[in-house]
């Protein structure tokens, strides 16, 4: 935490339909080529987006904040994109931890301007730890929140995670990516390049944020 904020990248299309508060998983900072390519398609789907680096990765430490640390930095990047974007509506999620961490935030006081949740591979439970622990918090939450999931996730077994999608009832919508992984690289059989796979995903993001940010 510092007094500044968090460092952020910020990029904005001439007309947004809405904003995306776009948190780094666990592994990799904001910078990573995934995020890049994302805030790139979701660019030119008129999705403006605010990525942000929690703070052990600013401080270049290899251990995550605690829970309650990067909560309170993902309140911080909500805030700066409402200082951003003044009445623009959000949605706030991120990849695997980040997203995470931004379900945290949301479950224990409401995000100012947040509409949605949306997650980038959810991170349900550890490889070959099948559990719904980390699902938990997400009862606490009354916003819409989309789960973009591979099918071939190891963080989270679909049919656990089509389980807590069910019991969040309409909140809740869950979206597969066919073969992906948690990263969602998809196999050279499935015939589809990593631009393509990107493609789609921003493109239910959208499909899922519009509708909901126009509400």
């Known amino acids: 935490m510092n007094d500044r904020g968090p460092v952020v990248l910020v990029t904005t299309p001439e007309r947004p339909r809405f904003a995306y508060v776009l948190a780094h998983g666990a592994g990799a900072g904001m910078r990573h080529p995934f995020l890049e390519a994302m805030a790139q398609a979701l660019l030119a789907r008129d999705v403006a987006t605010l990525r942000y680096e929690f703070a052990y990765m600013e401080a270049h430490k290899n251990r995550p904040d605690s829970p309650a640390v990067a909560a309170a930095r993902v309140r911080e990047a909500v805030q700066r994109a409402g200082t951003e974007w003044p009445g623009l509506p959000l949605i706030a999620g991120g990849k695997s931890f980040g997203g995470r961490m931004t379900s945290t935030a949301q479950a224990e006081a409401p995000l100012p301007g947040v509409r949605g949740l949306a997650f980038l591979g959810f991170p349900l439970h550890p490889p070959g730890k099948p559990s719904v622990s980390r699902a938990e918090h997400l009862f606490q939450i009354r916003v819409p929140m989309l789960f973009l999931q591979g099918t071939r996730d190891e963080f989270a077994t679909r049919e656990l995670l089509t389980g807590v999608c069910?019991?969040?009832g309409s909140l809740a919508t869950l979206d597969l990516i066919d073969d992906g992984d948690h990263s969602f690289k998809v196999?050279?059989?499935?015939?589809?390049?990593?631009?393509?796979v990107m493609g789609d995903l921003a493109d239910r993001l959208v499909?899922?944020?519009t509708p909901i940010a126009a509400g």
Do not use: F, H, T
């Open 187 to 196: 196999p050279k059989r499935a015939g589809r390049s990593p631009e393509q």
């Open 207 to 209: 499909a899922w944020g």
């Open 166 to 168: 069910d019991q969040l």
